[in-house]
């Protein structure tokens, strides 16, 4: 049986050693855009131990954030994708991946003309905690007994808050390949939270990493081999999106799924996903008396509110839901019904946005809406309707 701690300690002495040299037992082949590696050192892309490419889905000037960087090669993707406008920062937990990567970062920032990369050194389940930081208050106070131990971790509860090493809110998106599936079982829900705690609220996070058809035994999780390997640690397809949905993220899709297993140990199967999921449903809900359809082509859907929507039906939302719907990934599903007199928003009232209710085109248009109108002629393309 492997105890948490030295789940942790095995993925470092395995990661430090994959620094190093390459282990071939660490790759699943991953095809990355070719114009974007040209600039990039080789020992980068040798060393490469991710599942897929999360940085296929940034736009320019972003600020990214990569969890698990290892030497560094999402991130000089990324650097590359985001542009002179963009920043990325990686964090990773061992020394040795950082020392790969933070020696190439003034190389490929020569080769494009701008630096925007940054390492940092963290543990993802704690991106809160600088561990360099950390790391020089223990040289200064060390830790030599219990009374030192504890204050030790009072040092550590300061620096979170005083000198985070990722500040909360100010992420666009958060990318990671092949890393989360590392993370001992019971930091896995920390994990998903500190994601949402460091985006901003808008962003989102394009997560690749393998995930399992069944759910892994305990006797697999406790083989250091296969968690370290990237196998036992993996959740389930269903899993994964759950533990998106449960730290409060919307929107949640698959954007790619392998059809053939990387692996299948003990006839298990494990895949890459590459999965998306937005931070910013939160907040306050108020009356502007918008509407929506869902255009189908499901007979209904049910968003991550709980808002359950008959295809064709026009439906109340409040201008919070109205506006989600209005973005990434929704906007294709729905039309969108101003009310013909805007209630600003300084006088709208609450709105429950626990149930759903559909919305009378009269509450749109106003009870005393009696017009009659010629044929619109700017109703069809052709400029004539029938
Ligand atoms: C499978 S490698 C993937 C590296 C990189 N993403 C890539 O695409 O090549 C896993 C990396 O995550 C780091 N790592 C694993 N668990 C971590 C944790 N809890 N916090 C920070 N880094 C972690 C390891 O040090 C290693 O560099």
Request: net charge negative; aromatic share 8%.
């Amino acid at each position: 049986m492997i105890e948490s701690q030295s789940k942790e300690s095995i993925v470092r002495h395995r990661y430090a050693a994959g620094a190093k040299e390459r282990s071939d037992k660490l790759c699943c082949p991953v095809d990355y855009e070719s114009e974007y590696l040209e600039v990039i050192p080789r020992e980068v892309i040798e060393r490469d131990y991710g599942c897929g490419d999360p940085s296929r889905y940034l736009v320019q000037g972003e600020t990214v954030l990569d969890l698990g960087s290892g030497t560094g090669k999402i991130c000089f993707i990324a650097a590359q994708v985001v542009g002179p406008n963009g920043k990325v920062v990686g964090v990773d937990m061992t020394d040795e991946m950082l020392e790969v990567a933070r020696r190439n970062a003034p190389i490929v920032a020569q080769r494009i003309g701008y630096a925007n990369v940054e390492f940092r050194k963290g543990r993802i389940q704690d991106l809160a905690l600088d561990l360099e930081m950390l790391d020089q208050e223990l040289k200064k106070e060390p830790i030599t007994d219990v009374a030192s131990f504890l204050r030790a971790d009072e040092l550590a509860g300061e620096l979170r808050v005083k000198h985070p090493l990722i500040i909360s809110g100010s992420i666009d998106v958060v990318v990671s390949s092949c890393v989360l599936n590392l993370v001992e079982p019971k930091s896995k829900p920390q994990l998903f939270d500190e994601i949402f705690r460091v985006l901003r609220k808008g962003g989102r996070a394009v997560i690749s990493d393998i995930v399992s058809d069944e759910a892994v035994p305990e006797q697999m999780q406790n083989d250091p081999e296969l968690w370290s390997g990237c196998i036992s640690g993996a959740l389930t397809e269903g899993g994964f999106l759950a533990a998106f949905e449960n730290a409060g993220f919307y929107g949640i899709q698959i954007l790619k799924r392998d059809v053939n297993p990387w692996r299948t140990v003990r006839g298990i199967e494990f895949r890459s996903v590459t999965v998306e999921a937005f931070k910013g449903k939160q907040g306050e809900c108020f009356e502007r008396n918008q509407a929506i359809i869902y255009r189908g082509p499901f007979k209904e859907v049910l968003d991550d509110d709980n808002h359950r929507m008959e295809r064709g039906k026009r439906y109340a939302v409040c201008g919070k839901t109205y506006n989600l719907y209005k973005k990434a990934p929704y906007r294709e599903f729905f039309e969108f019904i101003d009310p013909i007199v805007d209630v600003p928003l300084a006088e709208a009232k609450p709105f429950n946005c626990s149930r759903t209710s559909l919305r009378h085109p009269k509450e749109t248009k106003g009870q005393d809406y009696n017009t009659t109108t010629e044929p619109n002629n700017k109703c069809c393309d052709g400029g004539s309707c029938c």
